[in-house]
């Protein structure tokens, strides 16, 4: 699954400690599989699950662009 790498570098970036990392790997699996799992038993959640797993992509995407435009223009701020 991408999106529990994606989910445990994000909780490190707003300031989770490298050692919670293992159980923020398992806890953040068990929630998409339990998604998962209700989405089989109850079709009527696809569109919540659809709207909550796009909710946590883009937002993560668009923190990854905010941080990597903000260290670009440190570095150009820093070498002119």
Sequence with gaps: MVLVP???EWL???GMGVRW???ASV???GL???LSEAVGRFPELAPV????LAAVLIGMAGSGAYSQARLMRSK???AG
């Design 27 to 29: 806890i953040a699996a």
């Design 6 to 8: 994606l989910i445990v």
């Design 49 to 52: 699950a659809r709207v909550v």
């Design 12 to 14: 490190k970036r707003m």
């Design 32 to 34: 998409l599989a339990a």
């Design 21 to 23: 990392t293992g159980l």
């Design 76 to 78: 150009r701020d820093d």
